[in-house]
């Protein structure tokens, strides 16, 4: 067990050196090879030649995006994919935090400002303000 875990630790470091310098895993890379693996497990099953090259094309685009050396540049266009794909990340976000908090507590967005509260479940009809713009608004918890 420990020539394995100092084997790891080897390799790890291999793997830092060998990043010193190169853009690494952003938003944007880890985004292409997920949508990559589905891609390929979806490409198991199906055998489809275009999923295979998209997944192909995913992958190697990821991979470019990890070794590159020209930061400034692979950095605008991770904040311009995130600023993208704000509104899709914000809503996965409230469903995470809806389903981690399912027992105990209740979301809600605001329709005014489109600020999340969180309110106590089980406490019937409430009264609900916002706590950034004070709007107020009523439901069942």
Known sequence: MNGLRQFLFQMSNMM???LYGRNGFDSLARTCYSAALV???INLFADNVAIYFIWVILFGYGSFRVF?????????ENEKFLVMTKG???YMNLLRLQVRDRATSRYFVCSHCHQQIRV???K???EI????CGERFIKRT
Not at 70 to 75: A, E
């Open 39 to 41: 891609l390929m497990i």
């Open 16 to 18: 830092g050196r060998g």
């Open 68 to 76: 590159s050396k020209n930061i400034s540049k692979r950095y605008a």
């Open 124 to 126: 019937g009809k409430i």
């Open 129 to 132: 303000r916002c706590p950034k």
């Open 88 to 90: 899709p990340r914000s």
């Open 120 to 122: 106590p479940k089980g």
